[in-house]
Each structure stands twice: as C-alpha cells, then as structure tokens.
C-alpha cells in the first residue's frame, strides 16, 4: 500500500505500532491502517473491526485486493467485542470522539489483558480519554497534535504503567490539554486553544447580546475556562 492511501493522520498513527505486534484496529473503516502496517512490516497480524455493514464490506474488499487476507482479519462487531481475550498485543482506535472512545475501551477492557499499548487518536474531547487511562491503570507515554485539511488532531499513546507519572503537579490542566503538549506548546497546539478561546468568547458576546440574565452562572463559568486556557498559553 503507498503513501496515498493513507492520510498523514493515519501515518502518524501508524507510526506508534510496536515492530512485531498483533494490530488490533477498531473502527477499521476502509482498513486502510492495518493494510498499511502490515505491508510496512509493522505487525505480523492484523484484525480490522467494523460495527456498521458498510464500512465492514470496504474493509473485505480493501483486504481482498491487496491480498493481505492472510494477515489481517475482518470482523464485524461493536468496539472490542471483535477480539478475543489476549488476543492483540496493540490497539488503534482513531477518528472516534474522546467519550466513544473512553466508552469502547470502559466496555472491552476485559479483552485488553495481554495488551501491550494504546495508541488512541480522538477528534475531540481527548479528556475523557486521558481520564480512562488513570483510572485504569495506563500510564501516557507520549502526545502528538498535528494539523490536517484544516482539522486539528491529537494522537495518545498509553502503556500499562504509573498513571499520573506525566502530570506531576499540573493534573487539571494536564487532563485538558495533554501534559506532553503542554510542555511541548508547538505552533498546532497554541492554535488550538487560541481558536477555542475566541469561541468561547464568541458565546459570551452572543450571551450577552440575548440580554438573558439568567445566564450569568454560565457566563462565569466561561470566563474561568478563558482564564485557565490564557494561563496555558502565557
């Protein structure tokens, strides 16, 4: 598979994929990642799973074509339902929101036993996903956030391990923002949280434009999320 079929986003998350790992691709889609990783000596096996008919048929049909049938497996089930227990020794989840995914995880976490990494690529809300990996158990490794067609994204990468270890004495912002990209705040990151701010002051402006008094608890609790984000940035 070459370079094209595959997005930058992808790439990057591909990119995380242990050498000589069992993929396990949730949300397959057109299976385009675990295609990619295979013919990329990334793993020596791959198992493509898709929930919604449509998608599970490209991802045949994807396979089938580039003759991978033999190292990738399709399987049509909800999230981890696809795997067995011990199964995979890699996880990709990508392109899901941050709560899908925390969800997908918080439901098949039985199936996760023999597991080795996540490497979890949420459109939005990645605070529920760095709030699962506390909670159980998987220590953050590494953070990427990177810029495509537009869109802003953040790749986390998590290994079994000491879970508020990345934080250390910044675990409220550390959640928001990632405490790897915090550190590093790279041009995509600080134009993330700028566009957010203006949004959020864009809801204030149109706030106060309707005149509603009831609406002050609100608005404070707005302005907080401006301050903590112009912290972030200073």
Known sequence: MNHEKLSMRLQ???????????????????????????????????????????????????VLETGLQDKIDVRKGDGLDVLEIGEATAVTIAGMGGTLIASILERGKAKLTKVERLILQPNVGSKNVRTWLIENGWELKAEEILEEDGKIYEILLAEVGEPLKPYQNKHETGLQFGPFLQAQRSPVFIKKWMQEKDHLLNVIAQMDASGNTNLEEKRNELLKQIKVIEEVLA
């Open 12 to 62: 990057r998350v591909a990119s995380y994929i242990p050498k000589g790992s069992v993929l396990a691709d949730i949300g397959s889609d057109h299976a385009y990642l675990p295609c990619y990783a295979i013919n990329n000596q990334l793993c020596v096996k791959a198992i493509a799973g898709e929930v919604v008919e449509g998608p599970y048929q490209s991802a045949l049909k994807q």
